[in-house]
Structures are given as C-alpha cells and as structure tokens.
C-alpha cells in the first residue's frame, strides 16, 4: 500500500524488483556495446588498412562524446524523469550499435563513418549512470537503495563474463551479422591473423654425447 505525500514518488517491493532486473540488463548491454569496438578494432584494421593513428582515433571517439552529456543527463533526469531519458538514449545507441555494420558498405570513407557513430553512441550512453542516479534517488526507498545500486552495477562485470558462452565473433562479409560484443579479443585474432607456418612444430631434440648411455638402460643391460 503506497503513502500519502512523498511516499507515492517510492517503487513498491515487486515494481523495484522488476525495475532491479530490466536496469541490470540493460547496463549488461550498455558495457557490452562500450566494448564491442575495442574488441573488433583489430580485426578492422586489418581489413580496412587502417593505422595506429587511425583506430586510435575511433576508439577515442566514443569517450569524446561520453564525457560531453554527464551533467546534461544529470539535469534531463531531474526534469523530466530518469526513465525517459534512459528509454530514448538506450533506444538511439541501441539503434546505432545494430546498424554500426552496415555502415562498411555505404561508401569507402569508413573511418568516418565509424568514427561518428562512435562518438555518437558515446554522446548517449553518456546520460546513462546520471539518469540512474537521479531515478534511485526519486524511486527507491533508502533502505533498499544500496543493494537495488550495488545489483545494477553488477551488469558492468557481465560482458566480460559472457565471453566463454559466445561465438563467432566478427564476421564482415555479410551485413545481416552484427559484431557479437562479449567475444573475446583473442578469438578474433585467431580467426583473422594469417596462418602461421609449423606452428605445431617441435623444436629438435639435442643429440646425445657418445659414450654416455641413460641409467635405464644400463641398468637393463646389467
């Protein structure tokens, strides 16, 4: 039963247990969508021919755009509500993400491409941990904000946790294949890398000194 005056602003009990869930998820996917660029920026630089400079400037982008909107998404959320602004910013880098592979075959300026998209997805993940802090703040009760906190937090240790479970990684010749986030880095240079020659190889034995027999087998010979 919700209180009369302040009261009513609070989650019930089954509402905070639902809101706990869908906020981990989606900060699971926030990390995973953080990372998938720095997971894929080797493969992409071998297959667009890009150098240091180059993928350091993709990878960069994305955190000149997240530092940008910190206390912009602070003040929206005090506004108009921390639920609406993760709803729109998670719905436009979600967006973003999906079509982030396509973006290869509109054209050959692909830095440029992924450059802006990154900084783009930077720019609205940015409001993401104020607009969480502002709705805890208005929707959970005291007593049960540490533990709802502490859980939605949890979903940032999530990705690298799900990269046992994933599959092929990176696949680039076809648009329909999105880049799989929690893969790990080493499977994509493993599928990427060129063949090494006599990998398996062993390196040769040390001829044995003449004159000098194992104890095993003078031992048998006595």
Request: charged letters at 20%.
């Amino acid at each position: 039963m919700k209180k009369d005056g302040a009261g009513d602003a609070f989650w019930s009990r089954p509402e905070s247990r639902i809101w706990t869930v869908i906020l981990l998820l989606g900060t699971c996917l926030l990390y995973c969508t953080r990372v998938a660029m720095p997971i894929c920026a080797v493969a992409m630089s071998a297959r667009f021919d890009w150098d240091k400079k180059q993928s350091g400037l993709v990878l960069s982008s994305f955190f000149w755009g997240y530092c940008l909107t910190q206390v912009i998404g602070g003040h929206l959320s005090d506004r108009i509500g921390g639920e609406k602004v993760l709803l729109l910013s998670a719905s436009a880098w979600g967006s973003i993400t999906a079509l982030t592979p396509l973006l290869i075959y509109l054209g050959s300026a692909h830095l440029v491409l992924i450059t802006i998209s990154r900084f783009l997805i930077g720019l609205l993940q940015g409001v993401f941990f104020p607009a969480l802090a502002s709705l805890f703040s208005q929707k959970v009760r005291e007593s049960e904000r540490a533990f709802t906190c502490s859980t939605v937090g949890t979903g940032s240790q999530q990705p690298g946790e799900l990269r046992i479970f994933s599959g092929d990684p990176v696949d680039l010749s076809f648009p329909g294949k999105i880049f799989s986030p929690p893969a790990s880095g080493r499977t994509i240079a493993a599928a990427f890398a060129p063949p090494r020659k006599n990998r398996l190889e062993l390196a040769p034995l040390a001829p044995r000194l003449p004159g000098k027999v194992p104890n095993r087998k003078r031992r048998r010979g006595k």
